[in-house]
C-alpha cells in the first residue's frame, strides 16, 4: 500500500533563517506531488505540484521554492523566512491526470515563524 | 475569486441526526468533485468523490449529491457519530488534464453526544 511521510511535524523557526521540509511517498512510482499551505482558519491553498523528476509548477508567487530530486521526494524551501509564512504544510501525492484525481494527504508540518 | 464556497463555517448536529454539509462552486466544467475530512494537526483523509455524469454517490453513512445546475454540492451524513465531528472540505477538479484541485475553505461539523 502507498504511504506519505512528511517531517517535521511541527517547527518554530526565527524569521529570516531558511527552511526546509521533506516529503517522501512510498508504494508507488512517478506519483503527482503537490505542496499545500493552510493559513489559520482558511482553506487549502495548492503551492506547488510536480508531475515528474525535476518538473516544478508554481501557483502562487511567494517566498517559498519547491524541487523534486527524485521520484518520490519533494521538498518545499525558503532561503529566509517571513512572518507571513507561518501556516500548516501539507504534502499530498496523486495518481490521476483529469478524472478521478484523488489526492492523499501526509499529516502535515504545523510551521511557526517568529 | 473564490471557485469554491462553502458558506457555512460551522455546523452542530445531534449524534444520530443527519449532517447536511454544502458547498458551491463557480465553473460548469468542473467535473469531478470530493469531500475531505481532517482532524486537527493531521492532513485531510479522502471520504467520498462524485462525477459529474453522476447527481449522487453513496458509500454506507455517506451519501455525496450534485446538482449540476445549480452549481451546488452537498454531502449527508446518516446517523452522525461524535467520531464525525471534523473540518470537511469539498474540493473541484477540471477533467481537461487539470492535476489540481482546488479546496472550499471548509465546514467544521460538531456532533454532540
Known amino acids: 500500500s502507498q504511504t506519505i511521510h512528511q517531517w517535521p511535524a511541527t517547527l518554530v523557526q526565527p524569521v529570516g533563517s531558511p527552511l526546509s521540509l521533506e516529503c517522501t511517498v512510498e508504494g508507488t512510482s512517478n506519483p503527482n506531488l503537490y505542496w499545500y499551505r493552510q493559513a489559520a482558519g482558511r482553506g487549502l491553498q495548492l503551492l506547488f505540484y510536480?508531475?515528474?523528476?525535476?518538473?516544478i509548477s508554481s501557483e502562487v508567487p511567494q517566498n517559498l521554492s519547491a524541487s523534486r530530486p527524485q521520484d518520490r521526494q519533494f521538498i518545499l524551501s525558503s532561503k529566509k523566512l517571513l512572518l507571513s509564512d507561518s501556516g500548516f504544510y501539507l504534502c499530498a501525492w496523486g495518481r490521476g491526470v483529469g478524472g478521478d484525481n484523488i489526492q492523499y494527504f501526509g499529516a502535515g508540518t504545523r510551521l511557526s515563524v517568529l | 475569486d473564490q471557485q469554491v464556497k462553502q458558506n457555512s463555517p460551522s455546523l452542530s448536529v445531534q449524534e444520530g441526526r443527519i449532517s447536511i454539509l454544502n458547498c458551491d462552486y463557480t465553473n460548469s466544467m468542473f467535473d469531478y468533485f470530493l469531500w475531505y475530512k481532517k482532524y486537527p494537526a493531521e492532513g485531510p483523509t479522502f471520504l467520498i468523490s462524485?462525477?459529474?455524469?453522476?447527481d449522487k454517490n453513496e458509500d454506507g453513512r455517506f451519501t455525496v449529491f450534485l446538482n449540476k445546475s445549480a452549481k451546488h454540492l452537498s454531502l449527508h451524513i446518516v446517523p452522525s457519530q461524535p467520531g464525525d465531528s471534523a473540518v470537511y472540505f469539498c474540493?473541484?477538479?477540471?477533467?481537461?488534464?487539470?492535476?489540481?484541485?482546488?479546496f472550499g475553505s471548509g465546514t467544521r461539523l460538531l456532533v454532540r453526544p
Open positions: 462524485i462525477s459529474s455524469i453522476k
Open positions: 474540493a473541484v477538479q477540471r477533467g481537461d488534464s487539470s492535476y489540481k484541485l482546488i
Open positions: 510536480s508531475v515528474g523528476i525535476g518538473q
